[in-house]
């Protein structure tokens, strides 16, 4: 790739923008209030405002390898806080995709060095689930089945968090598990019912407010 394209790229992106809007960019600085935080793969198939068809400014954004919400990591903590505490979203998003490489590199016992510790909250993910997955004949399907229920326990983890637990209660915040289809273009939502999956464990992972 020539980097000097991206740059022409840009001039004709600028260009267009201020074609449609001639304030675009004034607009632009003036702030952010995203109704959304979007936690989703790095893949660079997978781009999170082009895929919901929205615009700068609309949507916070956090990608990493399969969409991973470890709560050991400071970046994406840092990012949940942030978008829940002081943007104040109404909505988290944890999108994953099929064909995803993470997860198929979690599925298999090779050494891959500093991406061993990241990959072992998907195979954690396995364990979980092992008895539901193994009794996939299909190797494919096995694969998606394995996308689909990383991005619900993903999910979970978001909600453990103290700040999601309190905006929740106090305002609605509402957490959603999606999946990118990318064979197909298509978003997915998972209807996942977090109500039933965390009833049973509320308790352990509920922090009262100090307040």
Not at 44 to 70: D, K
Not at 191 to 199: G, P, Y
Request: with cysteine; hydrophobic share 40%; aromatic share 8%.
């Amino acid at each position: 790739m020539d980097i000097k394209k991206i740059f022409e790229n840009n001039k004709a992106w600028v260009s267009l923008q201020l074609e449609n809007d001639k304030s675009y960019f004034n607009k632009l600085s003036q702030g952010q209030s995203p109704a959304i935080l979007y936690i989703g793969c790095s893949d660079s198939r997978v781009t999170a405002e082009e895929v919901m068809g929205l615009q700068p400014g609309e949507v916070f954004v956090h990608r990493n390898i399969a969409n991973v919400v470890p709560n050991t990591d400071l970046n994406v903590m840092s990012v949940i806080n942030y978008a829940v505490s002081v943007l104040k979203v109404g909505h988290v998003v944890v999108c994953g995709h099929y064909g995803c490489g993470g997860i198929l590199a979690a599925m298999q016992n090779t050494d891959l060095g500093i991406l061993n510790p990241w990959l072992r909250n998907i195979r954690d993910v396995y364990r979980l689930h092992r008895k539901e997955l193994m009794g996939i004949a299909d190797e494919t399907r096995r694969y998606e089945r394995l996308a689909e229920l990383n991005v619900q326990e993903q999910c979970i983890n978001v909600i453990k968090t103290a700040e999601v637990q309190k905006a929740i209660a106090e305002r609605g915040l509402t957490v959603h598990g999606w999946i990118f289809d990318i064979h197909t273009g298509n978003l997915v939502d998972l209807a996942i019912d977090f109500n039933a999956i965390t009833r049973n464990i509320v308790d352990i992972y509920r922090i009262d407010s100090a307040e």
